[in-house]
T-cell receptor, first 115, second 115 residues
Framework: NAGVTQTPKFQVLKTGQSMTLQCAQD?????MYWYRQDPGMGLRLIYY???????DKGEVPNGYNVSRLNKREFSLRLESAAPSQTSVYFC??????????????FGPGTRLLVL | AQTVTQSQPEMSVQEAETVTLSCTYD???????LFWYKQPPSRQMILVIR??????QNATENRFSVNFQKAAKSFSLKISDSQLGDAAMYFC????????????FGDGTTLTVKP
């Protein structure tokens, strides 16, 4: 049981390049999320997916697209990277508990540097 | 929109002593959840403790406990018998009961533990 895995761990891009961040979870969770964390700040939600086949925008979706490929995988794509997208990206998944309680499980993060 | 404020960017504690990290939040909702996450240098986000707003009893997890003051919208984390392994950045987070997965995070408090 690996939990939430993310690839790559670190990436350097030039402005205008595109890339896809991969995320997978093996806990059979319905919900998955993508966050970004800028230096000295908390996490901000980019996109989330409540179930396979559905996605919704979070707080900072501009410049990103997502794909919920199946229940396990949720990818984040940068079509044309900008220096402002330099950040650490976290994927998370969550289980639905009785009474609406919910705990998010996070991946190890992907450090992205856009030059 | 909900906001979460952590007014202490940095805190330090002597090993074996007790430290309290502060968190306040702003919401007009009555049903919600509050969380404390720990982020060590590895950047993995780890759930420390969770509090349901409808519960008056403060949550406790071993050496970690919270002081939840709903009327004051305050949610502080107390770490007893601090250990070197407690050194990390700690994030307070809020989630509405009707807003699955959309958590709002504070900017974090960096905790240093001195031997």
């Amino acid at each position: 049981n690996a939990g939430v895995t993310q690839t790559p761990k670190f990436q350097v891009l030039k402005t205008g390049q595109s890339m896809t961040l991969q995320c997978a979870q093996d806990m059979n969770h319905n919900s998955m999320y993508w966050y970004r964390q800028d230096p000295g700040m908390g996490l901000r939600l980019i996109y989330y997916s409540a179930s396979e086949g559905t996605t919704d925008k979070g707080e900072v979706p501009n410049g990103y697209n997502v794909s919920r490929l199946n229940k396990r995988e949720f990818s984040l794509r940068l079509e044309s990277a900008a220096p402002s997208q330099t950040s650490v990206y976290f994927c998370a998944s969550s289980e639905e508990l009785a009474g609406g309680r919910e705990t998010q499980y996070f991946g190890p993060g992907t450090r992205l540097l856009v030059l | 929109a909900q906001t979460v404020t952590q007014s202490q960017p940095e805190m330090s504690v002597q090993e074996a002593e007790t430290v309290t990290l502060s968190c306040t939040y702003d919401t007009s909702e009555s049903d919600y959840y509050l969380f404390w996450y720990k982020q060590p240098p590895s950047r993995q986000m780890i759930l420390v403790i969770r509090q349901e707003a409808y519960k008056q009893q403060n949550a406790t997890e071993n050496r970690f406990s919270v002081n939840f003051q709903k009327a004051a919208k305050s949610f502080s984390l107390k770490i007893s018998d601090s250990q070197l392994g407690d050194a990390a950045m700690y994030f307070c987070a809020y989630r509405s009961a009707g807003n699955a997965g959309k958590s709002t995070f504070g900017d974090g408090t960096t905790l240093t533990v001195k031997p």
